[in-house]
């Protein structure tokens, strides 16, 4: 009988692991969402998974492939375990995850509002606090800063802030 199980992999390489568990005929699933975050400099939508490292199998050890075999797949590290055995995943729980799906595929924005404080850690300003005020192209945004007890605007490179 097919059960869920988690397995924790190496950093960054949870589509290499679903790769190679897929050719075992394992099912895999792990979620993912789309972010819009500053990357060198330009604002990017990537998708990132919702649990880094992590990936929820299904399969059936007594048919095959052994647990060993899966431990032992390009990518992964072990199974999340309680004692000596990998810990079963309430199936529910993987049907609730994959029916709210759909709404992690939205882009959630990294990127700050009008109006709320980030500091600037680089450059000539590095370490005052400033208001975002609005995207200067790709690149770069406008910030109100307080220089000599006046607000005073001026476009800073996005990538020598700290959100």
Same mark, same amino acid.
């Given at each position: 009988?097919?059960?869920?199980?988690?397995?924790?992999?190496?950093?960054?390489?949870?589509?290499?692991?679903?790769?190679?568990?897929?050719?075992?005929?394992?099912?895999?699933?792990?979620?993912?969402?789309?972010?819009?975050?500053?990357?060198?400099?330009?604002?990017?939508?990537?998708?990132?998974?919702?649990?880094?490292?992590?990936?929820?199998?299904?399969? !059936?050890? %007594?048919?095959?492939?052994?647990?060993?075999?899966?431990?032992?797949? @390009?990518? +992964?590290?072990?199974? *999340?375990?309680?004692?000596?055995?990998?810990?079963?995943?309430?199936?529910?729980?993987?049907?609730?995850l994959q029916a709210f799906e759909p709404e992690l595929s939205e882009t959630k924005v990294m990127m700050p509002k009008k109006g709320q404080a980030v500091r600037v850690k680089a450059g000539q300003f590095a370490g005052?606090?400033?208001?975002?005020?609005?995207? !200067?192209? %790709?690149?770069?945004?406008?910030?109100?800063?307080?220089?000599?007890? @006046?607000? +005073?605007?001026?476009? *800073?490179?996005?990538?020598?802030?700290?959100?």
């Amino acid at each position: 009988m097919k059960k869920w199980y988690l397995l924790y992999c190496k950093r960054g390489d949870q589509a290499r692991a679903k790769q190679h568990l897929s050719r075992q005929n394992v099912e895999c699933f792990y979620p993912e969402i789309k972010v819009e975050k500053i990357l060198r400099g330009k604002k990017q939508v990537v998708q990132e998974p919702l649990f880094p490292s992590y990936v929820f199998v299904n399969f !059936d050890y %007594e048919a095959g492939p052994s647990f060993t075999t899966v431990r032992s797949t @390009r990518g +992964v590290v072990d199974f *999340i375990r309680f004692g000596n055995h990998p810990a079963e995943v309430n199936e529910q729980l993987i049907d609730e995850l994959q029916a709210f799906e759909p709404e992690l595929s939205e882009t959630k924005v990294m990127m700050p509002k009008k109006g709320q404080a980030v500091r600037v850690k680089a450059g000539q300003f590095a370490g005052i606090d400033a208001i975002y005020q609005e995207p !200067d192209g %790709e690149t770069r945004s406008f910030m109100l800063i307080k220089l000599i007890n @006046r607000p +005073v605007s001026l476009s *800073i490179d996005n990538k020598d802030l700290e959100l």
